[in-house]
C-alpha cells in the first residue's frame, strides 16, 4: 500500500519520473517482472502499481536493505500521520 500512496503522490506531484526504494527484494523482482505475483491478495494491489506506471515516462524499482533504509521508515511514518483530504487521484480514493 505504502507503494500505491508514493505512486499516487508523485501523480498529484505531476511527476514523470519516478524512482521507487523499496526494502523488499520480493517486492521489486515481482515488478521487474522477474517473479510472479502468486498471492491472490497482492495480485490486485500489483495491478493497481501497474495502472498507476502508466500515467508516467518512467518508473524504476530499486531494491534497499532494510538496515540502509531506517530514515526512509520514519519519514514515511510521519508522512502517514499528516492528512490531505480524500481526493481521488489516477481512479484510486486515497485512504486517509
Known amino acids: ?3 500505491i500512496y508514493a505512486l ?3 501523480l498529484y506531484l505531476k511527476a514523470k519520473l519516478v524512482e521507487c526504494f523499496l526494502d ?3 517486492l ?3 515488478l521487474q517482472g522477474s517473479y510472479r505475483v502468486r498471492n491472490e491478495n497482492l495480485r490486485s494491489l500489483y495491478y493497481k502499481v ?6 508516467f515516462e518512467k518508473v ?6 532494510r538496515v540502509e533504509n531506517r530514515q526512509a521508515d520514519r519519514l514515511a ?11 481521488v ?4 480514493p486515497r485512504v486517509s
Open 1 to 3: 500500500m505504502a507503494l
Open 60 to 65: 524504476s524499482f530499486r531494491h534497499i536493505k
Open 8 to 10: 499516487e503522490e508523485a
Open 50 to 55: 501497474q495502472h498507476l506506471e502508466a500515467f
Open 77 to 87: 511514518k510521519e508522512a502517514a500521520t499528516k492528512e490531505r483530504g480524500n481526493e
Open 24 to 26: 523488499s527484494e520480493l
Open 89 to 92: 487521484v489516477a481512479g484510486y
Open 28 to 30: 521489486v523482482r515481482q
